[in-house]
Structures are given as structure tokens and as C-alpha cells.
């Protein structure tokens, strides 16, 4: 008989709860190992349970309780986690990614789409909307870049906002391109580059990447 796949479900929403669990327990392949709303106690609850999935629509509950989920050994493997009913924010999203959780399911994507992302974390899988992947494109492409050295940085007295715009003005990124990267103005980032354009003392935004570049490399 083939093994099934350990499944918890953590939601102080009931009809979320209730609807989730009715899925798990009618697919041969899950196990539902319990269920419940959120308490003080829930993190030991879950790791009682032994499951291998963690379904749950709190990030402030996987944020609370980082850490935990590492804590494998061979009799209890590390739990993963799905966070379901998400709103579709990067921000959000980029949290939940940095502490390790491998399914990301928005709130009017189909009920279908939790089972399915279940599944494909317990396969070592990682699973979020279609949309999301140039987010995390994007992050590691920021996060590739060089930035300006400490001394060019102290040199030309730019402040850390500026610093994390230079990459994207190196990557030829509009000023409406930037400013949904951070949640900003245009008007905002087009006063942080004419700031940039007088310190670094260039005449066009493409110069700047080209005169950290420089400068780093002369120091």
C-alpha cells in the first residue's frame, strides 16, 4: 500500500478550515493529521502531529514561530508549509519566501490549488502564482549586483535608498518600473535620480552604473 502524504491544517477561519479538510480527507494520497484554529499552543500541536505538510493562511503564525520547522530529526522530518488564501502581494510574498515556505496559493485561486500545492511540496517542489516568478527574478537580479563600495558610498554621501536604486538605473529600469520595485512614487523616484545624477556628477541616469563601477574598481 503506498504511503500517504501527513497533512495539518491551521486556520482561526473555520469555513477555510473545514473546507480544506474536507478536501484532504476525500484524496487517498493525504492523511490528515489534524486540524485547528490558532492558539498560543499551536506550534506544539503541530509538531505532534509528525505531518509533513503544514496548511495555513496565517504568515504572522510562520513568522512567530521561525525556526521550529527545522528542527528535524529522524523520526520527524521538517515540516513544510502552504499558506493559502494570500493576498496577492509581493511583499508579502517575498516574507513568506525567506523563511522557507515552498507554497503560496491566492485567495481567489481555486480550493483545488492547495491539494495540488501540497503535493508538489512534499515533493521538494516549490509553488506560487504564475506572476510571482519574475518577483523572485527580480530579487536575485537586484541582489547580484553591485553596489556601490563603502568608500564611494561615503565619497558621494548617498543615502541607502539611493544606493538600492543605482542597480536598477544600471539595468536601464524606468522610473515607473522602480517605483513599483519599492512601493514608491514616480515623482519620488525621479527625485532620488536627479539626487543621484548631482552627487555621482554625471549628466544621464544610464552614466550612474557606469561611475560606481568605475570608482569601485579604482579604490
Not at 503541530?46 to 493562511?57: F, K, Q, R, Y
Not at 528542527?71 to 493559502?84: D, F, G, Y
Request: charged share 30%; net charge positive.
Amino acid at each position: 500500500m503506498e504511503r500517504k502524504l501527513s497533512v495539518f491544517v491551521l486556520s482561526s477561519t473555520r469555513l477555510l478550515r473545514e473546507s480544506i479538510e474536507r478536501m484532504v480527507r476525500r484524496k487517498p494520497d493525504l492523511d490528515l493529521r489534524g486540524a485547528g484554529s490558532i492558539r498560543a499552543d499551536s506550534k506544539d500541536e503541530v509538531t505532534a502531529s509528525d505531518a509533513e505538510v503544514l496548511v495555513t493562511d496565517s504568515l504572522q503564525f510562520v513568522l512567530e514561530t521561525k525556526g521550529w520547522r527545522a528542527e528535524s530529526t529522524t523520526e520527524r522530518p521538517k515540516i513544510e508549509v502552504v499558506l493559502v488564501a494570500m493576498d496577492d502581494d509581493k511583499k508579502q510574498f517575498l516574507s513568506a519566501v525567506k523563511q522557507g515556505v515552498l507554497g503560496y496559493v491566492l485567495k481567489d485561486a481555486p480550493a483545488i490549488e492547495a491539494i495540488g500545492a501540497i503535493r508538489a511540496v512534499a515533493r521538494g517542489e516549490a509553488i506560487c502564482p504564475p506572476h510571482f516568478i519574475r518577483v523572485l527574478f527580480d530579487c536575485v537580479a537586484f541582489q547580484s549586483l553591485d553596489l556601490p563600495n563603502a568608500r564611494t558610498r561615503q565619497q558621494w554621501g548617498l543615502t541607502r535608498r539611493e544606493q538600492q536604486l543605482i542597480p536598477l538605473i544600471g539595468r536601464g529600469m524606468t522610473n515607473k518600473e522602480i517605483a513599483a520595485q519599492f512601493s514608491l512614487s514616480e515623482e519620488t523616484v525621479k527625485n532620488h535620480v536627479h539626487r543621484i545624477l548631482r552627487k555621482v556628477g554625471v549628466q544621464h541616469r544610464l552614466e550612474v552604473f557606469e561611475a560606481c563601477q568605475t570608482e569601485s574598481a579604482a579604490l
